[in-house]
């Protein structure tokens, strides 16, 4: 919906003058270079990959050379090989990284911030998604300066989720940092509602997660996002070149604190942490 409003924002109304071809892994990483030969075989004017563009971007870039790709991505994009710049990403290629990769730092600062005297942080991650590893070293290296154990622990299907927070409940975490993955997205009220059942703290990635429920998340906005990768694709459209469109980066990181479910983990707060929040859910 926000993507197709990026569109419109530029005259591109989705029926009228705009086809949208759709295709979703559903997290099956693997099937993600067909996904891609197969929209090269249809022609399509832009290719746009979101969510899972660590690992899809690569696929994409395999099957064209030409057709212009507009991303949104987690990682770094210079780092990772997918533009020559921020400024000017060369090729074929443009889009939106919003750095959630790097943001396990910030998030293991609010853990120790919830329970200051929490002596271990659990980490949930996809493995099949390549982020994890850059994310996972990001929020091990922020938990060994703050004296934390990290508990790393893995989960690719829907049926892991349940065994993922038993585990975390297993191995005394005290508070789990839930990391950046579109197949967790995609199940967020899932996943709000074991933290819930487990009573298990959890640190989020976007406002929607604690929208659904979910304690306390640290990120950009993922909506603003979307209309950003819209916008991109429709300028694309009327002509410019992707390599000359700068990769956009984010303004503003949100801390969204959902009062009524620290009430419901028996969880007070403090008032230093609720004035920095840009939103209090009560």
Same mark, same amino acid.
């Given at each position: 919906?926000?993507?197709? $409003?990026?569109?419109? $924002?530029?005259?591109?109304?989705?029926?009228?003058?705009?086809?949208?071809?759709?295709?979703?892994? !559903?997290?099956?990483?693997?099937?993600?270079?067909?996904?891609?030969?197969?929209? =090269?075989?249809? &022609?399509?004017?832009?290719?746009?990959?979101?969510?899972?563009?660590?690992?899809?971007?690569?696929?994409?870039?395999?099957?064209?050379?030409?057709?212009?790709?507009?991303?949104?991505?987690? %990682?770094?994009?210079?780092?990772?090989?997918?533009?020559?710049?921020?400024?000017? *990403?060369?090729?074929?290629?443009?889009?939106?990284?919003?750095?959630?990769?790097?943001?396990?730092?910030? &998030?293991?600062?609010?853990?120790?911030?919830?329970?200051?005297?929490?002596?271990?942080?659990?980490?949930?991650?996809?493995?099949?998604?390549?982020?994890?590893?850059?994310?996972?070293?990001?929020?091990?290296?922020?938990?060994?300066?703050?004296?934390?154990?990290?508990? %790393?622990?893995?989960?690719?299907?829907?049926?892991?989720?349940?065994?993922?927070?038993?585990?975390?409940?297993? &191995?005394? =975490?005290?508070?789990?940092?839930?990391?950046?993955?579109?197949?967790?997205?995609?199940? &967020?009220?899932?996943?709000?509602?074991?933290?819930?059942?487990?009573?298990? *703290?959890?640190?989020?990635?976007?406002?929607?997660?604690?929208?659904?429920?979910?304690?306390?998340?640290?990120?950009?906005?993922?909506? !603003?996002?979307?209309?950003?990768?819209?916008?991109?694709?429709?300028?694309?459209?009327?002509?410019?070149?992707?390599?000359?469109?700068? =990769?956009?980066?984010?303004?503003?990181?949100?801390?969204?604190?959902?009062?009524?479910?620290?009430?419901?983990?028996?969880? !007070?707060?403090?008032?230093?942490?609720?004035?920095?929040?840009?939103?209090?859910? !009560?």
């Amino acid at each position: 919906m926000h993507f197709i $409003r990026g569109c419109a $924002r530029v005259g591109y109304v989705e029926g009228q003058n705009v086809r949208i071809e759709s295709r979703w892994a !559903e997290g099956q990483y693997d099937r993600l270079p067909t996904l891609a030969r197969d929209l =090269v075989r249809l &022609r399509v004017a832009v290719i746009v990959i979101t969510g899972g563009a660590a690992a899809a971007l690569p696929a994409a870039k395999s099957a064209t050379s030409d057709i212009p790709i507009v991303f949104s991505t987690g %990682v770094d994009p210079v780092q990772s090989g997918f533009v020559a710049s921020l400024h000017r *990403p060369g090729s074929n290629v443009t889009g939106v990284t919003v750095f959630t990769s790097q943001l396990g730092a910030k &998030r293991v600062q609010l853990a120790r911030e919830l329970f200051p005297k929490a002596s271990s942080i659990g980490l949930l991650v996809n493995p099949d998604n390549p982020i994890f590893r850059l994310e996972a070293g990001d929020v091990e290296q922020a938990a060994a300066i703050s004296g934390l154990q990290l508990r %790393v622990i893995t989960a690719r299907t829907e049926p892991d989720f349940e065994r993922a927070f038993a585990t975390a409940v297993e &191995r005394r =975490v005290d508070v789990l940092i839930v990391g950046g993955d579109p197949f967790f997205n995609s199940r &967020r009220n899932q996943l709000v509602a074991l933290a819930g059942r487990h009573a298990m *703290p959890a640190i989020w990635e976007w406002r929607e997660f604690v929208q659904a429920g979910g304690l306390i998340s640290y990120g950009t906005s993922l909506p !603003e996002m979307y209309r950003q990768v819209g916008n991109y694709t429709g300028r694309i459209l009327k002509g410019d070149k992707p390599g000359e469109l700068p =990769v956009m980066q984010p303004t503003k990181f949100e801390l969204v604190i959902n009062l009524k479910t620290a009430q419901t983990l028996d969880l !007070e707060i403090s008032p230093t942490l609720l004035a920095r929040a840009d939103e209090v859910i !009560e």
